[in-house]
């Protein structure tokens, strides 16, 4: 069953449950993304409001927290993009009969192959906001250790 199956074939009742069933996978990948998009809307909120305007110790350690909370939920963030990405794969290799019938239930997606972790966290663009608040974040933090009262 590793042939493409035509446009005019139907898919079997298995395999219209095996996608209905890579769908929620697909669909659960894309909540979390957005959930740590929430998290980190709320964390950058958060930060930018209790900041205070002088630099303090406090400051300082708020900034380096939040620059290393950044980092982690753009790490997070990504991997559930690639994650969904995979299983979209997997979810199209249902609809084409490339798969057995075996290796549709499995949900292994390592055979299939998507863009790199690195590079969805530099290229894709709802991942740059990420990358600009880490900026910033650096930024403020380089901005506040020097110019700290000795």
Same mark, same amino acid.
């Given at each position: 069953?590793?042939?493409?199956?035509?446009? $005019?074939?139907?898919?079997?009742? &298995?395999?219209?449950?095996?996608?209905?069933?890579?769908?929620?996978?697909?669909?659960?990948?894309?909540?979390? $993304?957005?959930? %740590?998009?929430? /998290?980190? /809307?709320?964390?950058?909120?958060?930060?930018?409001?209790?900041?205070?305007?002088? *630099?303090? &110790?406090? %400051? #300082?350690?708020?900034?380096? =927290?939040? @620059?290393?909370? %950044?980092? =982690? #939920?753009?790490?997070?963030?990504?991997?559930?993009?690639?994650?969904?990405?995979?299983?979209?794969?997997?979810?199209?290799?249902?609809?084409?009969? $490339?798969?057995?019938?075996?290796?549709?239930?499995?949900?292994?997606? $390592?055979?299939?192959?998507?863009?790199?972790? #690195?590079?969805?966290?530099?290229?894709?663009?709802?991942?740059?906001?990420?990358?600009? @608040?880490?900026?910033?974040?650096?930024?403020?933090? =380089?901005? =506040?250790?020097?110019?700290? *009262?000795?």
């Amino acid at each position: 069953m590793n042939d493409v199956r035509s446009d $005019s074939a139907e898919l079997s009742g &298995q395999e219209i449950e095996a996608l209905k069933m890579t769908q929620d996978v697909i669909k659960r990948m894309a909540d979390n $993304s957005a959930k %740590t998009k929430t /998290i980190f /809307i709320g964390l950058t909120v958060a930060i930018v409001t209790l900041s205070k305007v002088e *630099p303090t &110790q406090q %400051t #300082l350690m708020a900034w380096v =927290v939040y @620059a290393v909370l %950044t980092f =982690v #939920l753009w790490f997070t963030d990504a991997k559930y993009l690639r994650l969904e990405r995979l299983f979209r794969k997997h979810h199209q290799a249902i609809v084409n009969g $490339s798969i057995s019938s075996l290796d549709r239930w499995r949900m292994d997606v $390592s055979r299939y192959k998507v863009e790199a972790l #690195l590079s969805i966290m530099l290229t894709n663009f709802t991942m740059m906001m990420y990358f600009v @608040a880490e900026l910033i974040a650096i930024v403020a933090i =380089v901005i =506040v250790l020097y110019h700290l *009262p000795a």
